[in-house]
């Protein structure tokens, strides 16, 4: 059953902690995106890879970090330095970002108490 | 600046009607647009995509138009069904061919089907 996954579905941190969202998919995709969606605005890019172990910044990458050290994974750190990091985070992965029919996971949403 | 404007923000409709959503952007070079879906609570799910040299397009209940002149697009809904309910997203895509595809997403449409 190939797709995308994210987890966990819901997560609830304290302010100045880390905090980890998973992302892993089986479709065979070299890149993978996260984005992050807020009522009342459009996906906004936080960070995409195009192949493993690269990546870059995307129009909101303050407080965010990544790592891409398996094609099929691309977790997501919030940190302590996001200010305003309660969201809707969604990771999505391509063929390529040049061929970019993304497809998305089902999300995680973040609270931060 | 890349920008995707949808209308109307959001819209309530009697169950078998049908209902048309709109995006104006100003994205360039063009590449694509597409059309998602998105239930409450989940990932978006891709509905049409359309190139340059298309213009009109359709799955199932679902047809997008494009005018690439005008930088307008289209979303109708016919005979909407509750299952409807969702936001649709239009999203831009441009760069250079054979490049980095900026995406641009527009805030969505907001539909709700009423009995």
């Known amino acids: 059953d190939g797709g995308i996954t994210q987890s966990p579905k819901y997560l609830f941190r304290k302010e100045g902690q880390n905090v980890t969202l998973s992302c892993e998919q089986n479709?065979?995709?070299?890149?993978m995106y996260w984005y992050r969606q807020d009522p009342g605005q459009g996906l906004r890019l936080i960070y995409y890879?195009?192949?493993?172990?690269?990546?870059q910044k995307g129009d909101i990458a303050e407080g965010y970090s990544v790592s891409r050290e398996k094609k099929e994974s691309f977790p997501l750190t919030v940190t302590s330095a996001q200010k305003n990091p309660t969201a809707f985070y969604l990771c999505?992965?391509?063929?390529?970002?040049?061929?970019?029919?993304?497809?998305f996971g089902p999300g995680t949403r973040l609270t931060v108490l | 600046k890349n920008q995707v404007e949808q209308s109307p923000q959001s819209l309530i409709i009697l169950e078998g009607k049908n209902c048309t959503l709109q995006c104006n952007y100003t994205v360039s070079p063009f590449s694509n647009l597409r059309w998602y879906k998105q239930d409450t609570g989940r990932g978006p799910v891709s509905l049409t995509i359309m190139t340059f040299s298309e213009n009109t397009k359709s799955n199932g209940r679902y047809t997008a138009t494009l005018d690439a002149d005008t930088k307008q697009s289209s979303l109708h809904i016919t005979a909407s069904q509750l299952s409807d309910s969702a936001s649709y997203i239009c999203v831009v895509s441009g760069g250079d061919p054979g490049g980095y595809q900026k995406v641009t997403f527009g805030i969505g449409t907001k539909l709700q089907v009423i009995p």
């Open positions: 479709l065979n995709h070299d890149a």
């Open positions: 999505a992965s391509s063929i390529s970002t040049d061929y970019n029919e993304q497809f």
């Open positions: 890879s195009q192949i493993v172990n690269d990546f």
